[in-house]
């Protein structure tokens, strides 16, 4: 194959430092089960690391929603299975409504930092960055380790909290103060609390080492010949990823330190001279603001939906256009809109906090720059659809999850433009409509992006290719089961119907909703199980699946496709292939793909 030819012919050429480079790279010590599986240092490696943990948090926090969907749709019913599973969690079958607030906690939790930030950046910012951008490994290969153990530390800790004797931390996955900040509120404010906030700590932690890593990465390891303008989408979308988490998650850390000072330093940052029941004195604490810590939480909080939304979008950029046969639409235009989404993303955190007594006219403000953000949005999806238009599309699993995440993050982002607006968000906060809303945009968008990734590159981490049959059905009852779950929730949302709570069946405004959340939890149980099939698929596949038998199964201009069908430490074998082209050179002069690597003809043009 043309880009197997050039990739020799490269191999004579090069600086005696690359050479030098490759072959230390190449000839090291001999490696143990420990040092390859266990604490390696190979990104590859890293990042099948990070997608099993998240794979099983995942399953634990599909779980908790399971559990809380049961109560919801049938809160007469009791299940003397969940005493069984749960104990004095469930006595006599019933979730009790401490830990009912503690599933929902512990699911928000769970989903947003764990599976979609540590498990979707983790794995394809390990595994993608030095394969596309032409490197051996990245920057700092110890620290990248680290970042792993500190995200698997924090997982043993939030684990290790369900199992207390008062339970996980119950405050709400944003955990606001008062109710988080005092002991004695209620049981999911003891210890849980604390590992909640510790767990969080060190997932932090993780996420700076490996941001900080990712972006050394990519502005200096890129090979010969790979400008900025040459990356592929993928690339762009985890560098602009990675500054977001950099820049706002250090936020995140001191306001839970602040929380925690309160807790046990007798402070006052978040607590003031409130009054916590009838019967007791107002406490001692004077001149703390809980606004503060909602600032605080929502200036990492805002951003981090954008840490988890745009290597969602670089995936399926990538996705699209090697399934399209076309090059990616506006590519600079693709580029700006991940920067404008970048800036933008710090400047709009209050418009979680319509309903906290804000200043109308900063209201307004905050109104106009979460408007603005649609737009950089916008052009992302017209894009999309133009890539599209007309193409030679093959209808892989990758491309339907991809295709699956574009219908999802409009449909999803058009209900944002409801909340945006100060004036509907006082009616709409806090209401079915608002989960209604994240979940489709954030949290369904990017698993569906997480799909298209994983079965994209998956040919490419273990050498087999997953089922397709499975993956079909994947895709279809994950796809109309989300849209059954989310999109009745809005018409909940609009009646006034809170969210987080336990039982509606005593409200007569709310009764009539009796049979479509029965409905909405019967899909949820389908969808659920749907997952666990998507589980033993890829699990089955890393060792029953169908072997890839070429190095670039896809047809794909990238240079991950120009490594052996199972790259080794060092990823390249010989030199390091040297770029002469962008990445989406699809269906030029008459070729169906032209791989980066490959020369710019006599009669070509340059991009």
Same mark, same amino acid.
């Given at each position: 194959?043309?880009?197997?030819?050039?990739?020799?012919?490269?191999?004579?050429?090069?600086?005696?430092?690359?050479?030098?480079?490759?072959?230390?790279?190449?000839?090291?010590?001999?490696?143990?089960?420990?040092?390859?599986?266990?604490?390696?240092?190979?990104?590859?490696?890293?990042?099948?690391?990070?997608?099993?943990?998240?794979?099983?948090?995942?399953?634990?926090?599909?779980?908790?929603?399971?559990?809380?969907?049961?109560?919801?749709?049938?809160?007469?019913?009791?299940?003397?299975?969940?005493?069984?599973?749960?104990?004095?969690?469930?006595?006599?079958?019933?979730?009790?409504?401490?830990?009912?607030?503690?599933?929902?906690?512990?699911?928000?939790?769970?989903?947003?930092?764990?599976?979609?930030?540590?498990?979707?950046?983790?794995?394809?910012?390990?595994?993608?960055?030095?394969?596309?951008?032409?490197?051996?490994?990245?920057?700092?290969?110890?620290?990248?380790?680290?970042?792993?153990?500190?995200?698997?530390?924090?997982?043993?800790?939030?684990?290790?909290?369900?199992?207390?004797?008062?339970?996980?931390?119950?405050?709400?996955?944003?955990?606001?103060?008062?109710?988080?900040?005092?002991?004695?509120?209620?049981?999911?404010?003891?210890?849980?609390?604390?590992?909640?906030?510790?767990?969080?700590?060190?997932?932090?932690?993780?996420?700076?080492?490996?941001?900080?890593?990712?972006?050394?990465?990519?502005?200096?390891?890129?090979?010969?010949?790979?400008?900025?303008?040459?990356?592929?989408?993928?690339?762009?979308?985890?560098?602009?990823?990675?500054?977001?988490?950099?820049?706002?998650?250090?936020?995140?850390?001191?306001?839970?330190?602040?929380?925690?000072?309160?807790?046990?330093?007798?402070?006052?940052?978040?607590?003031?001279?409130?009054?916590?029941?009838?019967?007791?004195?107002?406490?001692?604490?004077?001149?703390?603001?809980?606004?503060?810590?909602?600032?605080?939480?929502?200036?990492?909080?805002?951003?981090?939906?954008?840490?988890?939304?745009?290597?969602?979008?670089?995936?399926?950029?990538?996705?699209?256009?090697?399934?399209?046969?076309?090059?990616?639409?506006?590519?600079?235009?693709?580029?700006?809109?991940?920067?404008?989404?970048?800036?933008?993303?710090?400047? =709009?955190? /209050? *418009?979680?906090?319509? @309903?906290? #007594?804000?200043?109308?006219?900063? $209201?307004?403000?905050?109104? &106009?720059?979460?408007?603005?953000?649609?737009?950089?949005?916008?052009?992302?999806?017209?894009?999309?659809?133009?890539?599209?238009?007309?193409?030679?599309?093959?209808?892989?699993?990758?491309?339907?999850?991809?295709?699956?995440?574009?219908?999802?993050?409009?449909?999803?982002?058009?209900?944002?433009?409801?909340?945006?607006?100060?004036?509907?968000?006082?009616?709409?906060?806090?209401?079915?409509? =608002?989960? /209604? *809303?994240?979940?489709? @945009?954030? #949290?369904?968008?990017?698993?569906? $992006?997480?799909?298209?990734? &994983?079965?994209?590159?998956?040919?490419?981490?273990?050498?087999?290719?997953?089922?397709?049959?499975?993956?079909?059905?994947?895709?279809?009852?994950?796809?109309?089961?989300?849209?059954?779950?989310?999109?009745?929730?809005?018409?909940?949302?609009?009646?006034?119907?809170?969210?987080?709570?336990?039982?509606?069946?005593?409200?007569?405004?709310?009764?009539?909703?009796?049979?479509?959340?029965?409905?909405?939890?019967?899909?949820?149980?389908? @969808?659920?199980?749907?997952?666990?099939?998507?589980?033993?698929?890829?699990?089955?596949?890393?060792?029953?699946?169908?072997?890839?038998?070429?190095?670039?199964?896809?047809?794909?201009?990238?240079?991950?496709?120009?490594?052996?069908?199972?790259?080794?430490?060092?990823?390249?074998?010989?030199?390091?292939?040297?770029?002469?082209?962008?990445?989406?050179?699809?269906?030029?002069?008459?070729?169906?793909?032209?791989?980066?690597?490959?020369?710019?003809?006599?009669?070509?043009?340059?991009?």
């Amino acid at each position: 194959m043309s880009n197997e030819a050039t990739l020799h012919g490269h191999s004579e050429v090069g600086t005696s430092h690359d050479v030098h480079h490759g072959e230390h790279e190449i000839h090291h010590h001999k490696e143990t089960f420990i040092t390859k599986y266990v604490f390696s240092q190979d990104h590859k490696m890293i990042s099948k690391q990070f997608i099993i943990t998240g794979i099983i948090w995942a399953i634990l926090g599909g779980l908790m929603s399971v559990l809380f969907r049961l109560q919801l749709g049938y809160p007469d019913s009791s299940f003397p299975i969940l005493e069984d599973l749960l104990g004095k969690w469930a006595k006599g079958g019933k979730i009790q409504p401490e830990f009912y607030y503690a599933l929902t906690t512990m699911h928000g939790t769970v989903l947003v930092f764990f599976v979609l930030t540590g498990g979707l950046s983790g794995t394809f910012a390990n595994f993608l960055i030095p394969l596309q951008i032409g490197a051996r490994d990245m920057a700092s290969p110890f620290l990248n380790m680290l970042s792993y153990w500190f995200f698997f530390l924090a997982s043993i800790i939030m684990v290790c909290s369900l199992f207390l004797e008062t339970g996980p931390a119950s405050g709400g996955w944003t955990v606001y103060p008062p109710l988080s900040a005092l002991g004695d509120a209620n049981n999911g404010s003891k210890a849980g609390m604390d590992f909640w906030i510790v767990s969080m700590a060190m997932f932090v932690v993780s996420s700076l080492l490996g941001g900080l890593n990712y972006i050394s990465t990519i502005l200096n390891m890129r090979t010969k010949g790979m400008s900025m303008t040459r990356l592929p989408l993928t690339i762009w979308a985890i560098l602009f990823t990675a500054i977001l988490g950099v820049l706002s998650f250090p936020v995140l850390f001191s306001g839970l330190i602040l929380l925690m000072f309160d807790r046990h330093g007798g402070t006052s940052f978040y607590l003031s001279d409130i009054f916590i029941s009838a019967t007791q004195k107002a406490l001692p604490n004077e001149g703390g603001s809980a606004i503060l810590y909602q600032h605080l939480f929502w200036f990492l909080g805002h951003p981090e939906v954008y840490i988890i939304i745009l290597p969602a979008m670089g995936l399926v950029s990538e996705v699209m256009a090697v399934n399209s046969r076309k090059p990616i639409f506006g590519y600079m235009a693709m580029v700006g809109s991940l920067f404008a989404i970048t800036i933008l993303a710090f400047l =709009v955190w /209050a *418009h979680h906090m319509f @309903v906290t #007594g804000l200043n109308p006219l900063l $209201g307004s403000v905050f109104v &106009l720059l979460t408007l603005l953000i649609a737009i950089p949005s916008a052009i992302k999806v017209f894009n999309w659809i133009t890539t599209l238009w007309r193409g030679n599309i093959r209808f892989t699993p990758a491309m339907l999850f991809a295709i699956g995440f574009v219908s999802l993050f409009i449909s999803g982002g058009l209900t944002g433009i409801f909340l945006g607006n100060s004036t509907l968000d006082i009616h709409l906060h806090d209401t079915y409509f =608002v989960i /209604a *809303h994240f979940h489709i @945009v954030m #949290g369904v968008s990017a698993f569906f $992006g997480m799909f298209c990734g &994983l079965y994209h590159w998956f040919p490419k981490m273990y050498g087999r290719y997953m089922n397709n049959t499975m993956a079909y059905i994947h895709f279809w009852i994950t796809l109309i089961g989300a849209y059954l779950i989310f999109w009745p929730m809005h018409y909940e949302g609009l009646a006034g119907m809170p969210r987080r709570y336990l039982d509606y069946s005593g409200w007569s405004s709310f009764n009539q909703f009796g049979d479509l959340n029965r409905f909405i939890s019967t899909v949820a149980m389908v @969808v659920f199980a749907v997952q666990l099939m998507f589980v033993f698929n890829f699990f089955y596949s890393i060792f029953k699946g169908r072997k890839v038998t070429s190095e670039n199964p896809w047809g794909a201009t990238t240079l991950e496709w120009t490594t052996p069908i199972r790259p080794g430490h060092g990823n390249w074998p010989g030199e390091i292939p040297e770029v002469h082209r962008w990445a989406y050179d699809y269906g030029k002069d008459g070729r169906d793909f032209i791989s980066q690597t490959e020369p710019i003809g006599a009669n070509e043009s340059s991009h």
